[in-house]
């Protein structure tokens, strides 16, 4: 079983997966729009609707994003589309370099909650938003952070 990042956007799925794609030195993207599958008569979609991702993952470094455009017709079932600060991508224990890379790609547009830097708990540490609305917190040392408590 795998567990990844799924984000949702309401026309902006294209855009977002470029940027991505660029921020995170992607290896791999594949996307599939809605008008993939013909026009069905019984759920018309209109042609900016057809022309929305359905579907799309992104590699990069060995992960995977997912990423998707929620049309209105699927808003109405499962609810308007919200930013927010409930979840967040971490990046956990690559490379300082790396994770400085991607920090200042993924920050363009977007604020900056704290500056990737060496910290107490991380030789590189940082949080943004990014200009999605999504929030990122990179740390090279999450795992030796963690061993080194026990509960």
Do not use: H
Not at 87 to 113: H, R, W, Y
Request: charged residues 20%; contains cysteine; aromatic residues 10%.
């Amino acid at each position: 079983m795998e567990a990844i990042s799924y984000l949702q956007f309401g026309g902006r799925a294209e855009e977002a997966i470029a940027f991505y794609e660029k921020a995170l030195q992607a290896t791999n993207v594949k996307m599939v729009r809605f008008g993939a599958f013909g026009k069905d008569p019984n759920s018309p979609l209109t042609v900016e609707q057809q022309n929305m991702i359905m579907e799309s993952r992104i590699e990069f470094s060995g992960n995977s994003l997912m990423i998707s455009d929620v049309p209105p017709f699927m808003q109405a079932a499962a609810g308007e589309l919200t930013t927010g600060n409930t979840v967040l991508i971490s990046i956990i224990d690559a490379d300082p370099e790396m994770n400085k890379q991607c920090f200042e790609k993924l920050s363009e547009g977007g604020t900056v909650i704290m500056p990737i830097s060496s910290t107490p708990w991380s030789v590189s540490f940082g949080m943004l938003v990014d200009k999605f609305g999504v929030m990122w917190k990179f740390n090279s040392d999450a795992s030796k952070f963690l061993d080194g408590f026990v509960d």
